[in-house]
């Protein structure tokens, strides 16, 4: 059974800061893995997908990293700013056939 | 292109009423997936579907919950005799293919008094 955990659960930094998002899962056979992330209230909205035989991907001042075999991956911001504050939730295949399992998400806030 | 849209946004049933939360994918997506958010808990896959197949139900309760995808029209996850404990955000997504990249609609959240 797939398990994903993201750490930490709660990150509070001044804006500007560069910071890291960990996310680790137990099954190592996936096809890919998707960063969302989510405002109070509202739906996800899709930031980055990296397919098994990438090991990054880049959308602006995000970056998302994947080691496979570890069963490892790390969203990386870059200057961040307070319009940044949301969670942010990282998903693999293995909720179901094609379900996502999600783990718990990790809390940003970005303090003006 | 609209993205996946869900209707209602906020849902309130009395116990033991049903409840009927519509999904309709992205243009061209035929694949499409409910998962569940209660309450201080993370989100959880429900149910997989493709035009007029289930194709994974295994994270849907057994009991009062149902889902379809008919060949016209919108996907359906119907609750039957709502319980409190039903009260969460239900979240619906979409994609082209099976293993590609999901996208999510703002959600439907019901509300069971």
């Known amino acids: 059974k797939q398990e994903v955990t993201q750490i930490p659960a709660a990150l509070s930094v001044p804006e500007g800061e560069n910071l890291v998002l960990n996310c680790s899962f137990t099954d190592s056979a996936i096809y890919n893995l998707q960063w969302f992330r989510q405002d109070p209230g509202k739906g996800l909205t899709s930031l980055l997908l990296i397919q098994s035989s990438q090991r990054e991907q880049t959308s602006g001042r995000l970056n998302a990293s994947l080691d496979k075999s570890s069963g490892r991956s790390t969203l990386y911001i870059a200057a961040s700013q307070p319009g940044d504050s949301a969670t942010y939730l990282c998903a693999v295949p293995g909720g179901g056939a094609d379900g996502l399992t999600f783990g718990k998400g990790t809390h940003l806030i970005i303090q003006p | 292109n609209a993205g996946v849209m869900q209707n209602p946004r906020h849902l309130v049933r009395r116990r033991g009423q049903e409840a009927r939360l519509r999904c309709s994918p992205m243009k061209g997506h035929s694949h499409v997936y409910w998962y569940r958010q209660l309450p201080e808990e993370g989100l959880k896959f429900m149910v997989y579907?493709?035009?007029?197949?289930?194709?994974?139900e295994s994270g849907m309760p057994k009991e009062r919950f149902s889902a379809e995808f008919p060949k016209e029209g919108p996907s359906i996850l119907r609750i039957q005799q709502v319980v409190r404990g039903d009260s969460a955000a239900y979240f619906c997504?979409?994609?082209?293919?099976?293993?590609?990249?999901?996208?999510f609609g703002p959600g439907t959240r019901l509300t069971v008094t």
């Open positions: 997504a979409s994609s082209t293919t099976a293993a590609y990249e999901q996208y």
């Open positions: 579907l493709q035009k007029e197949n289930i194709i994974d």
